[in-house]
């Protein structure tokens, strides 16, 4: 069946610039994870999402960064006033549920903030 | 404060020879530890995990070892094959939360 997919791939955006980030999980997958891969860094969380319950946001940085996921499905992360630092790949996970279950990725986006 | 450390960020190892990634952690709570690969331009896959419970887990060519006491896990491929070469990251998490902390990876070149 088809995995988690993210659009756009690419994405180069002036400083300042607002960007939304878009994935789609796994159908059926109730849990959703966005983590982002800066240079040299492992993946750092950023939010969770399972099922109705309030998201985690614990991961992310700063007030600029806000993720929403519609349905029980499609999930969007925006940035507001991007920043240079802004600039990683940005990963997108599902997983059956969320307690032991393994997460699968998506091929995430490159953001780049000039 | 890295909780997951990969503290070589390269390996190079010839085809048919075995591969040997590690990785150590410092937080006594994590009992899941899992291995992804990553190509470029593609997200992480998934690749082998382990409880807490176990010390040892093989899949084909692929083994995890966990030694708890050492806070330390490894990841062998034999034999390694040039479609091996990618990118390794181990993780670690509670499995009373659904966090993975991540290492910061391994790049593992098989040369042919």
């Known amino acids: 069946g088809a995995g988690v997919s993210q659009s756009p791939s690419n994405k180069v955006t002036e400083k300042g610039k607002d960007v939304e980030l878009r994935c789609d999980p796994i159908?059926?997958?109730?849990?959703l994870y966005w983590y982002r891969q800066s240079l040299g860094q492992g993946l750092e969380f950023l939010i969770y999402f399972q099922g109705n319950s309030a998201p985690d946001k614990s991961g992310l940085p700063s007030d600029r960064f806000s993720a929403e996921r519609t349905g029980g499905s499609v999930s969007t992360l925006t940035i507001q006033r991007t920043q240079q630092e802004d600039s990683a790949v940005y990963l997108c996970?599902?997983?059956?549920?969320?307690?032991?279950?393994?997460?699968?990725f998506g091929p995430g986006t490159r953001l780049t903030v000039l | 404060d890295q909780q997951v450390k990969q503290n070589s960020p390269s390996l190079s190892v010839q085809e048919g020879r075995i591969s040997i990634l590690n990785c150590d952690y410092t937080n006594s709570m994590f009992d899941y530890f899992l291995w992804y690969k990553k190509y470029p331009a593609e997200g992480p896959t998934f690749l082998i995990s382990?409880?807490?419970?176990?010390d040892k887990n093989e899949d084909g060519r692929f083994t995890v070892f966990l030694n708890k006491s050492a806070k330390h896990l490894s990841l062998h491929i034999v034999p390694s094959q040039p479609g091996d070469s990618a990118v390794y990251f181990c993780?670690?998490?509670?499995?009373?939360?659904?966090?993975?902390?991540f290492g910061t990876g391994t790049r593992l070149k098989v040369l042919a």
């Open positions: 159908s059926g997958h109730t849990a």
């Open positions: 382990i409880s807490s419970i176990k």
């Open positions: 996970a599902s997983s059956l549920s969320s307690q032991g279950d393994t997460q699968y």
């Open positions: 993780a670690a998490s509670d499995s009373g939360t659904y966090k993975y902390i």
